[in-house]
């Protein structure tokens, strides 16, 4: 049996070596006490210092640090694009410069590393007002806004590096898209391109997408977009995405996710991520199951475009996320309604919980440990099917101040 190692310790992680490890041995670095429980190996060893046939690097940060470099240097194959791949999310205002030279669609931008001349060019937006960090800030480096004050604080905050540091010295303000939302991760191996059955996310801390962004509160796929929407997004934003790497000398093998709003003008591009999403990987990952191993082991290897793998059925996941999350989550919240393998105590159909944020006492309590807590996934025929499973499910587990929304897939209905 093949031998993979995938690297992280959050729900998008666990959802990957679930997957993964139902055609292949799987080793989770560091991985965290919900996949423990649930029988898949967990050490501290560093990726570099571990053998196998296949390593799956997880979150952003590790690429933007060139791990995959570091990696494939040592012979090894590898899902996860180099570190000059890695700048299409590690840096806003590269991005959007690489977008205009490859001339893909996106919103107006202006990039400002000064607070006059960006105070400024808000001064010519009209509401809602998009501010982002250019660094990386864990997915909570966007404001959009309609209020022309807060938007002014959070360029302020953001380019005196009081916000997030040295990823808020710089920021990119663009105009607000008008349109539906959608994310297509696409598996590139350099030469092909394969894009997963769409999905979408839900930012916003609140239901009817209120509150503060997050991390993400919940998915679910597949989204209902015709073939002919994909194409187009394929052909004017991913096509021509790769061409300007392959340009570039970038040779590009792992996950291009493209956040993409469908406008009246046609899809554009609001951001790239280089890696899996989180939580669309909750989603993604069980209606592909053991056909993932084939798809990612072609990516590594060149080989994408002989892959014949299909997704089947539809699942929706509910993140149950700590009180105070997003701006001050809490820890050591006990959570009820989970069994020694951190799944439910009373299994459902269908279920799977990925666990986030958890910790496991000695005595074998739950507790939180994280701002987003548990993945809580249910896979149905249809999206309808997959929703109920997924309330019923996330219904079973509690911990004070939990947060969720409950009107994840609405739009499917």
């Known amino acids: 049996m093949s031998r993979c190692v995938v690297v992280g310790s959050g729900a998008r992680e666990h959802a990957l070596a679930w997957a993964l490890a139902m055609s292949a041995e799987v080793v989770v670095t560091p991985g965290n006490a919900g996949m423990a429980a ?72 202006g990039v400002f590393e000064a607070s006059a001349p960006a105070l400024a060019f808000l001064d010519t937006m009209s509401p809602p007002y998009v501010i982002k960090t250019d660094g990386l800030a864990a997915g909570k480096g ?93 052909s004017e934003v991913l096509e021509p995405t790769l061409r ?17 709003m469908r406008t009246s003008k046609g899809p554009k591009l609001l951001e790239y991520n280089v890696r899996f999403g989180d939580p669309e990987t909750q989603v993604l990952a069980p209606l592909y199951g053991e056909g993932l191993y084939a798809l990612l082991d072609g990516v590594a290897t060149g080989t994408l475009d002989r892959v014949r793998v299909a997704a089947r059925g539809a699942a929706v996941t509910v993140v149950l996320a700590a009180s105070g999350y997003p701006q001050d989550p809490r820890r050591g919240d006990v959570i009820l309604g989970l069994g020694a393998n951190g ?4 299994p459902r159909e269908n279920v799977v919980l990925f666990h986030a944020g958890t910790a496991r006492d000695e005595d074998g309590t739950w507790r939180t440990n994280g701002g987003r807590v548990l993945a809580v996934t249910a896979v149905g025929q249809d999206v309808d099917e997959a929703r109920r499973r997924a309330y019923e499910a996330a219904a079973l587990v509690s911990f004070e101040g939990c947060v969720w929304r409950r009107d994840i897939a609405h739009v499917a209905k």
């Open 38 to 109: 649930q029988g898949l190996t967990c050490v501290q060893t560093p990726a570099s210092e571990l053998e196998a046939d296949l390593f799956v690097i997880g979150p952003e940060q590790p690429l933007v640090d060139g791990l995959a470099d570091t990696l494939r240097n040592q012979g090894k194959l590898v899902v996860g694009p180099s570190r000059a791949g890695a700048l299409l999310e590690g840096s806003k205002a590269y991005m959007k410069d690489f977008l205009a030279s490859a001339h893909v669609p996106t919103a107006d931008f």
């Open 142 to 234: 966007v404001l959009v806004t309609h209020d022309y004050d807060e938007a002014r604080r959070d360029v302020t905050a953001k380019l005196s590096g009081d916000a997030f540091g040295d990823a808020g010295t710089r920021v990119v303000i663009e105009e607000a898209l008008e349109g539906t939302e959608c994310s297509l991760l696409v598996l590139c191996d350099g030469e092909h391109l394969h894009a997963l059955v769409p999905a979408q996310d839900f930012k916003r801390v609140g239901e009817a997408d209120t509150g503060a962004n997050t991390g993400g509160m919940g998915a679910f796929a597949p989204l209902d977009l015709s073939s002919d929407e994909v194409a187009t997004i394929m």
């Open 244 to 260: 300007e790497l392959k340009r570039r000398g970038v040779d590009y093998r792992g996950v291009l996710y493209a956040g993409v």
């Open 343 to 346: 799944q439910l105590s009373e």
